[in-house]
């Protein structure tokens, strides 16, 4: 019996990886064609109106 090449493996995910992660990143271009390229966290929205507890942290205890 042959035994697995590992390595080969993995360089296969990593390129199934990459290329899946690139026609993502076209998809998205294509869909805001304003030419603006967002961050993954900026159009996912979930920090947008959400306070931060720095503000909270810095007050002094009276």
């Keep these: 019996m042959a035994k697995p090449n590992y390595a080969f493996a993995k360089r296969q995910r990593d390129l199934a990886k990459k290329q899946k992660k690139e026609e993502k990143r076209q998809r998205k271009t294509e869909e805001?064609?304003?030419?603006?390229?967002?961050?993954?966290?900026?159009?996912?929205?979930?920090?947008e109106?959400?306070?931060t507890s720095d503000a909270s942290?810095?007050?002094p205890d009276n």
């Design 32 to 47: 805001n064609p304003e030419g603006a390229e967002t961050s993954e966290l900026d159009s996912s929205g979930d920090t």
């Design 49 to 51: 109106g959400e306070p």
């Design 57 to 59: 942290e810095n007050q």
